[in-house]
């Protein structure tokens, strides 16, 4: 078999390399401001929130899907609805932001999902068993919201401290309560 010759693959891998860039800086832009940095955190929030509430009633098998559509319908549509909810109240500012921005700043709520997801389809394939899936599902949303005072201080410019482990804490345990009410009314 035969390469071809070096210069050859050089502009599709620059090619590549400029296209996953763009799309990084995209994602990650450093000249976020503290209310797109608030925004973003709020859905972070309530992503994780929202796709904790779907877990803690599942009833998983080996065999059933139903518990991955749940997880990915919830996801997907909380944040269509966040989008929405977000396109209609930028209206009052007068100068709409960009349907990028938006669907930027709503990307925490699909990505609350990932890994959830992806620990799902491991039970589904009988890699887990369903109670360790669900477990470690709902255990990393937890990791997660922990976590976000931790972040919160790193966009303050600040280093973390002992008040921020227990503000992580904190946000657990009032999370945690959202998630029993939602489940408690809403299911």
């Not at 955190?41 to 929130?49: D, M």
């Given at each position: 078999?035969t390469?071809?010759?070096?210069?050859?693959?050089?502009?599709?891998?620059?090619?590549?390399t400029?296209?996953?860039?763009?799309?990084?800086?995209?994602?990650?832009?450093?000249?976020?401001?503290?209310?797109?940095?608030?925004?973003r955190?709020?859905?972070?929030?309530?992503?994780?929130?929202l796709?904790?509430?779907?877990?803690v009633?599942?009833?998983?098998?080996?065999?059933?899907?139903?518990g991955?559509?749940?997880?990915?319908?919830?996801?997907f549509?909380?944040?269509?609805?966040?989008l929405?909810?977000?396109?209609?109240g930028?209206?009052v500012?007068?100068s709409?932001?960009?349907?990028?921005?938006l669907?930027?700043?709503?990307?925490?709520?699909l990505?609350?999902?990932?890994?959830?997801?992806l620990?799902?389809?491991?039970?589904?394939?009988g890699?887990?068993?369903?109670?360790?899936?669900h477990?470690?599902a709902?255990?990393?949303l937890?990791v997660?919201?922990?976590?976000?005072?931790v972040?919160?201080?790193?966009?303050?410019g600040?280093r973390?401290?002992?008040?921020?482990?227990?503000?992580?804490l904190?946000?657990v345990?009032?999370?945690?309560?959202?998630?029993?009410?939602k489940v408690?009314?809403?299911?």
């Open positions: 078999m390469r071809p010759a070096p210069d050859a693959q050089a502009p599709a891998a620059a090619a590549a400029d296209a996953v860039q763009r799309g990084w800086r995209w994602l990650t832009s450093s000249e976020v401001t503290p209310g797109e940095a608030a925004g955190i709020s859905a972070y929030v309530y992503g994780n929130i796709i904790l509430a779907a877990l009633p599942l009833t998983l098998s080996k065999s059933d899907t139903a991955i559509l749940i997880v990915v319908g919830t996801s549509s909380t944040f269509l609805a966040h929405f909810a977000e396109s209609v930028d209206q500012r007068g709409p932001e960009p349907l990028s921005r669907l930027r700043d709503s990307l925490p709520i990505t609350s999902a990932v890994i959830p997801v620990v799902l389809v491991t039970v589904w394939q890699w887990l068993t369903p109670r360790l899936g477990l470690l709902e255990l990393y937890v997660r919201l922990a976590g976000i005072p972040v919160i201080t790193r966009l303050r600040t973390p401290t002992g008040a921020t482990l227990f503000g992580g904190g946000l345990v009032v999370a945690l309560v959202i998630v029993v009410l408690a009314f809403a299911h």
